[in-house]
């Protein structure tokens, strides 16, 4: 039984991030937003719901290692999972202003948490508190910065110029499509947790993969959808703002609601978390795009660190 719900939450994952790429990218065209505003924001928010539900379930049932898992290894996923498969599906470009703004600061509050782990190995109520506020900022800078830009009368990009669809039929894909990802990504986290349970793996272990991998599809497939729809700064942003999302709301509130005591080996990924998101940093750095060659180094440095994952 838990096989055939796995297939169902892909199915509702798949079809529910397809709707809710066309809907979100049609309102942002409709209210003259910048659909990385929209990325940032709408979708990024909502495909990491399951991320949210599974770690604040883990936190308050004490599964600290599954909580911190999910959201380091979900970030690794998206990063270069996500990302990868999206350049290599097409080359992806990468604006300036995201990769010196929004991307930088994403490895900063990878940072802060890493400070946070090394500390005292313990992420408390405080802790918590303090991620939430620095998340109140990013929110507070980037309203500022749309509000700003309109004002400025700047001219609208390529996706915001083509014509929206009707806006009831954009809500009803938008939240069509986000109860088909929340319901699918909570189906696939639950039947594989079930699934890699009966084969004696650690909670540590299910978290950095099978929960990390379960939470992401929601990314994945959002912005695989969305990179073939041509909706560059939509697949992108959603990686950013899900990352960013992920430690300063997921993590925050889940310590928030109860302190987490943080395993060793966390260190050690938040870590490689930093290293990667450095290197795509600099692919994206090198010639503003990230080619098919590197989305498939990435693909395989990916594999390389969920071998180790494995084994160590």
Do not use: H
């Amino acid at each position: 039984m838990e096989y055939i719900l796995l297939i169902a939450g892909f199915v509702l994952l798949i079809k529910g991030a397809d709707f809710f790429v066309e809907g979100s990218s049609s309102v942002a065209r409709l209210l003259r937003i910048p659909t990385i505003i929209i990325g940032l924001t709408i979708v990024a928010f909502g495909t990491s719901a399951p991320e949210l539900a599974v770690s604040l379930s883990a936190s308050l049932a004490d599964s600290n290692d599954i909580a911190v898992g999910n959201v380091i290894g979900s970030n690794i996923f998206n990063l270069l999972v996500v990302i990868g498969a999206c350049g290599v599906v097409a080359p992806l470009a990468v604006d300036k202003k995201i990769l010196y703004g929004d991307y930088l600061f994403g490895i900063m509050v990878t940072a802060v948490m890493l400070a946070l782990f090394i500390r005292d190995r313990v992420l408390s109520r405080v802790d918590g508190c303090l991620l939430l506020a620095i998340f109140g900022y990013f929110l507070f800078q980037m309203i500022r910065n749309t509000l700003a830009s309109r004002a400025a009368g700047g001219t609208p990009s390529v996706e915001e110029v083509s014509k929206p669809q009707n806006p009831v039929k954009s809500v009803i894909f938008i939240a069509g499509g986000l109860s088909a990802i929340v319901w699918g990504g909570d189906l696939v986290v639950n039947n594989a947790s079930l699934i890699a349970a009966s084969f004696g793996l650690s909670e540590t272990l299910i978290g950095l993969t099978v929960v990390a991998f379960g939470t992401s599809l929601p990314e994945l497939v959002t912005s695989v959808v969305a990179s073939k729809k041509g909706e560059n700064s939509l697949a992108l942003g959603n990686v950013i703002g899900s990352n960013i999302f992920n430690i300063l709301m997921v993590l925050a509130l889940s310590a928030a609601i109860s302190p987490m005591k943080v395993d060793p080996l966390s260190v050690f990924d938040a870590v490689f978390l930093i290293v990667s998101s450095c290197l795509v940093w600099y692919f994206a750095k090198t010639k503003g795009v990230i080619s098919r060659a590197e989305g498939v180094m990435m693909l395989l440095l990916y594999g390389i660190y969920t071998v180790y994952i494995i084994v160590r």
